[in-house]
């Protein structure tokens, strides 16, 4: 790495996004959680419509109309919604917004690998916790007193959902802004968009990558007291939308109908999946995301077996570092990608 890099980043590894293969390709591609369905016609159209000459003119700073439509959807004013460009960088802002240099951030281990970088890159310490018994939050983390605190719930690679009381109890004995990463929630079975009001230390963070089909456009949305907002937009890029993804946030959000087709086809078709792998001996721990959390039957080498299935071109994501040395995330795809993932493992098994 460049040796113009600050001395702070001695040693750093950044984030390394899973495999994009080109477009086009015939990949059974498992491994970023991205949506199998298409996005809504109407996105597409709003989308097409909205490529003119007027993209010589900035879009809004604020992405004021989208920000009015998300809210009317959740039954939240606007100033109780920050966007973002994806929900990665509404978690950069929150570390731009709320941890200085040299404070601690604090996050329960293994989960997005996103957040290690993030404080190497922000200088601050990485207050990590190792999960407990079934990749549960240990008392240590529910306690710790950092000035910003992660959960990511459900979280990814686990796939591990945490209920009402416990989140709000690490809420109520957290001492700085708690940020509730719901990228996954429209897959499990509730989401804690109502605590937003009761807690003023709460913020909840989703994204249109997953059950809105669109990664592609980097959308995503943070919703809390109107002062966490407002700390979120004073360290915000100026035009952190752009105007193709403002009317195709506005366009995924009013139609319901079709966030909820791909919702039901990922939560039926996680079940199907997670029930051959179970058949075939595959340990799986229960999951509430788009994704299958699972471990190959004894003796099976993970890397070896995720490399025989890239040869085959299905990609899938797999893990080599304890607690999860030998687990697999396959993000749930279509029922024929499934077959192909399940021809191809009996094959290399
Ligand atoms: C827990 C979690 N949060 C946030 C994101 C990023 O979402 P976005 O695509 O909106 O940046 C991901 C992406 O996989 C994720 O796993």
Not at 81 to 97: P, T
Not at 192 to 218: C, D, E, F, V, W
Not at 239 to 259: F, G, P, S
């Amino acid at each position: 790495m460049s040796h113009f890099l600050k001395n702070a980043l001695e040693g750093y590894r950044p984030y390394v996004p899973g495999e994009q293969p080109p477009d086009g390709e015939d990949w059974v591609k498992l491994n970023t959680n991205e949506s199998p369905l298409p996005p809504s016609p109407k996105v597409i159209e709003a989308i097409k419509a909205a490529t003119d000459e007027s993209l010589r003119l900035y879009p809004s700073p604020t992405a004021a109309p989208a920000r009015k439509a998300i809210g009317e959807h959740f039954g939240l004013d606007a100033d109780q919604v920050a966007l973002g460009n994806g929900a990665d960088e509404l978690i950069e802002m929150c570390f731009r917004a709320f941890a200085g240099a040299g404070d601690r951030v604090a996050y329960s281990t293994p989960t997005y690998p996103l957040l290690d970088p993030l404080c190497r890159v922000h200088e601050v310490v990485a207050s990590t916790h190792p999960t407990a018994e079934e990749w549960t939050w240990s008392p240590e983390f529910v306690d710790d007193p950092a000035p910003l605190k992660f959960l990511i719930n459900p979280n990814s690679p686990t796939g591990t959902h945490h209920g009402r009381m416990t989140v709000e109890r690490v809420l109520g004995r957290s001492r700085g802004v708690v940020v509730l990463d719901e990228a996954y929630v429209d897959f499990a079975p509730e989401s804690q968009l109502g605590l937003i009001g009761k807690h003023p230390n709460l913020l909840i963070l989703r994204t249109m990558s997953k059950s809105y089909a669109l990664a592609g456009m980097r959308i995503g949305f943070a919703f809390g007291h109107p002062e966490l907002i407002a700390a979120l937009d004073a360290v915000k890029d100026s035009y952190n939308l752009n105007r193709l993804a403002i009317v195709a946030a506005m366009a995924a959000i009013n139609d319901d109908e079709h966030h909820r087709k791909i919702v039901q086809h990922v939560v039926s078709e996680r079940a199907w999946l997670e029930d051959q792998l179970s058949e075939d001996g595959f340990e799986h721990s229960p999951s509430a995301a788009n994704f299958a959390f699972v471990k190959p039957p004894r003796g099976a080498s993970a890397a070896a077996v995720a490399d025989a299935l890239r040869e085959r071109r299905v990609l899938i994501r797999h893990y080599d570092r304890e607690p999860i040395a030998g687990w697999f995330r396959i993000t749930i795809g279509t029922r024929r990608q499934h077959e192909r993932l399940l021809e191809a493992l009996k094959e290399i098994l």
